[in-house]
C-alpha cells in the first residue's frame, strides 16, 4: 500500500476593491502560525497606501476582507 503523508498549508487572503469596482485577492502562502489580524491590517494597508501591484492593473482603491485559510493536504507516493 501506498505511504500517506499529511501536509497541512495556510494562506492569508486579502481583497482589495479595484478603481473599475472589481476585486482582487492578494495570497500570502503559509504566514506564520500566529499572525494576527493586525498584522495583516497592516499588511493591507501597506499594499493600498504604497500603490503596490498596481502598474499594469486596475488601481486599488480600498481593502474590503481578508481570511487565514487552512487546508490539508494528503500525498501518495504510488512509485
Avoid: C, Y
Avoid at 500517506?4 to 495570497?27: C, D, H, P, Y
Avoid at 497592516?42 to 500603490?51: F, M, Q, V
Amino acid at each position: 500500500m501506498a505511504d500517506v503523508m499529511g501536509q497541512a498549508r495556510s494562506q492569508v487572503v486579502i481583497t482589495f476593491k479595484l478603481e473599475s469596482g472589481k476585486t482582487w485577492n492578494f495570497n500570502v502562502a503559509n504566514p506564520k502560525e500566529d499572525v494576527s489580524e493586525d498584522e495583516i491590517r497592516e499588511l493591507a494597508e501597506h499594499i493600498l497606501t504604497h500603490k503596490m501591484f498596481e502598474p499594469g492593473m486596475d488601481p486599488i482603491v480600498s481593502v474590503l476582507k481578508a481570511k487565514v485559510t487552512a487546508s490539508e493536504t494528503d500525498k501518495f507516493d504510488l512509485a
